[in-house]
T-cell receptor, first 114, second 114 residues
């Protein structure tokens, strides 16, 4: 069955340090890939997406993600985090053989140390 | 997203009561979705609608009902049959009901049991 795994429930990073959030998927083809961010009590905001082409994609707020086919991964990165990046981050995949469905990871909560 | 309005922000339900969550959008998007979010879990799809007067069950439709009489509106009713309704409910839209379309989210409704 298709699935999305975000191995880290929580990650704590010092302000100004680099960040990498992991996302792995299980699917027989290359899906459509998304990263979203959710601030407490809010809805989700799209950070970036990957459909095809260059495997390194740039998003909003200084985030980028790299698709690695061999590892079925789509990890999110940021060179230097700011306190305002504290939020929950969700990876999602869109299936090629579905006309609506996104499969969601369980999320990673990012905590920023001052 | 400014184009998707969910109301109310907080809602309380008594035993045996049906309650309706509102979702209105002005993005002119065809597809609309309802998700349930519980702590430590990803988003789970309740219902989705790709066009007016048509909707389909998602993964956890039992105890819920929807209607799509207008393109702009997709209300969700949590019925008394839903025995564990306490959760954060998110409405989303996409321009078309395709898995390669990013979804845009409202700010959510938090439902609790009295």
């Amino acid at each position: 069955a298709q699935s999305v795994t975000q191995p880290d429930i929580h990650i704590t990073v010092s302000e100004g340090a680099s960040l990498e959030l992991r996302c792995n998927y299980s699917y027989g083809a290359t899906p459509y890939l998304f990263w979203y961010v959710q601030s407490p009590g809010q809805g989700l905001q799209l950070l970036l997406k990957y459909f095809s082409g260059d495997t390194l994609v740039q998003g909003i707020k200084g985030f980028e993600a790299e698709f690695k086919r061999s590892q079925s991964s789509f990890n999110l990165r940021k060179p230097s985090v700011h306190w305002s990046d504290a939020a929950e981050y969700f990876c999602a995949v869109g299936l090629l053989d579905s006309n609506y469905q996104l499969i969601w990871g369980a999320g990673t909560k990012l905590i920023i140390k001052p | 997203d400014g184009g998707i309005t969910q109301s109310p922000k907080y809602l309380f339900r008594k035993e045996g009561q049906n309650v309706t969550l509102s979702c209105e959008q002005n993005l002119n998007h065809d597809a609309m979705y309802w998700y349930r979010q519980d702590p430590g879990q990803g988003l789970r799809l309740i219902y989705y609608s790709q066009i007016v007067n048509d909707f389909q069950k998602g993964d956890i439709a039992e105890g819920y009902s929807v209607s799509r009489e207008k393109k702009e509106s997709f209300p969700l009713t949590v019925t008394s049959a839903q025995k564990n309704p306490t959760a954060f409910y998110l409405c989303a839209t996409s321009s078309q009901g395709n898995s390669n379309q990013p979804q845009h989210f409202g700010d959510g409704t938090r439902l609790s049991i009295l």
